[in-house]
């Protein structure tokens, strides 16, 4: 499950509950391991090209409900030999 209820710069310290202080919280984490397999099935896939320069690239998502922008990382592959 996602951890909700992360700490914001307005975070004072007295609330430690962010349903009490939300505007002190600011987000929810998701990382690989927060996540039970969901059963979703896969709606949309795509190959990033060989030789793709590094940074912040965006997956522009179009159909009739809207219109969304994922946000994802190109980084670069490093040969983690040891030592390291």
């Known amino acids: 499950m996602p951890m909700r209820g992360v700490r914001s710069s ?3 310290g007295r ?3 962010w349903k009490t202080a939300p505007e002190e919280y ?3 984490t998701f ?3 927060y996540l039970s ?3 979703w099935e896969t709606t949309i ?5 060989v030789g ?6 965006g ?5 009739q409900l809207g219109t969304d922008t994922i946000l994802f990382y190109i980084l670069p592959v490093f040969d983690l030999q040891p030592p390291f």
């Open 10 to 12: 307005t975070w004072t």
């Open 15 to 17: 609330h430690m509950d």
């Open 26 to 28: 600011a987000a929810i």
């Open 31 to 33: 990382h690989a391991d």
């Open 37 to 39: 397999d969901c059963k």
């Open 45 to 49: 896939a795509m190959r990033v090209p």
């Open 52 to 57: 793709v320069p590094s940074g912040v690239y």
């Open 59 to 63: 997956l522009m998502i179009d159909n």
